[in-house]
């Protein structure tokens, strides 16, 4: 059970720290929730403690964890066919699903997919929605394990994403 003040990775959200841990009457019980606030942006999410591994919430990576996040993000090995990438319905769905995961290398796997398709075919709106949240998911738990500033990082992955190359 985590407590107020630790620090967790919600899969939706990223980054957020336990601010309160309170008690709602859902129909007929009484449940506790923690209260998380998600660091990128300051909103505030409900999530029941009893299911908080069900839904994904973790711990955060450790430094050396982040640096291989970093290398596999960097890693040109890792190309994308935007050209086979499936029909819009099943990638919004597929990366959908892989964001929820909560798995960093999944997001990390989102995120060059959307980066190397909006350099070559653009992006629709659902998935300019998708990029945005999944760099922000990854970028406040980079921050937090690499001890540095989350705006810092939003450059360096930024920068990473920039010098991507893409299979055609």
Known sequence: MYKVGDTIIHPLHGAGEIV???EEKVFDSVQKYYVVRILYNGMKVLVPVNSAAEIGIRNVISE???????ELLKDNNFKVDINNCGNYNKRIRENHQKLKSGNIYCVVEVLKMLAAREKVKGLSTNEKMMFNNA?????????????LDIEEVEKMVDSILFELETAE
């Open 135 to 147: 760099k922000q998911i990854l970028v406040s738990e980079l921050g937090l394990a690499k001890g």
């Open 64 to 70: 050396e964890e982040a640096n291989k996040v970093f």
């Open 20 to 22: 309160e841990i309170v």
